[in-house]
């Protein structure tokens, strides 16, 4: 059975920081990149950053670049998103999914995020920033 496990969201005050984690298990992890990607309250879902498990690049939508950085123990299948200066604009679901293709499965054009097709979304973990 494929899951994808999001954990670590909670509730943090402006300026704090969190890390939240990806389990990845039953597919080759190897075989794909995993993305971040968000949700704000009316806002479209939005993809955040994603790292090739193959070769660890990674990549990042424009805004947020400098304050979160995403990576991966391949020992674990997990990936982590480590999140810091937060801000009550981040408020939002964050999900984690696997990404088609290991080598360049994500890339940014004008500041967002592109991705290739998505295979496994997880069930999303609820960050909630207090100013």
């Known amino acids: 059975e494929v899951q994808l496990v999001e954990s670590g969201g909670g509730l943090v005050q402006s300026g704090g920081s969190l890390r939240l984690s990806c389990a990845a298990s039953g597919f080759t992890f190897d075989d794909y990149a995993i993305g971040w990607f968000r949700r704000a309250p009316g806002k479209e879902r939005e993809g955040i950053s994603c790292?090739?498990?193959?070769?660890?690049?990674?990549n990042y939508v424009d805004s947020l670049k400098g304050r979160f950085t995403i990576s991966s123990d391949n020992a674990r299948n997990t990936v982590y998103l480590q999140m810091n200066s937060l801000k009550p604009e981040d408020t939002a679901v964050y999900y984690c999914?696997?990404?088609?293709?290991?080598?360049?499965?994500?890339?940014?054009?004008?500041?967002?995020?592109?991705?290739?097709?998505?295979?496994?979304w997880g069930k999303g973990t609820l960050v909630t920033v207090s100013s």
């Open positions: 999914a696997a990404v088609r293709g290991s080598l360049a499965p994500c890339w940014v054009l004008g500041g967002v995020l592109y991705y290739n097709a998505v295979d496994y």
């Open positions: 790292i090739s498990s193959r070769n660890g690049n990674t």
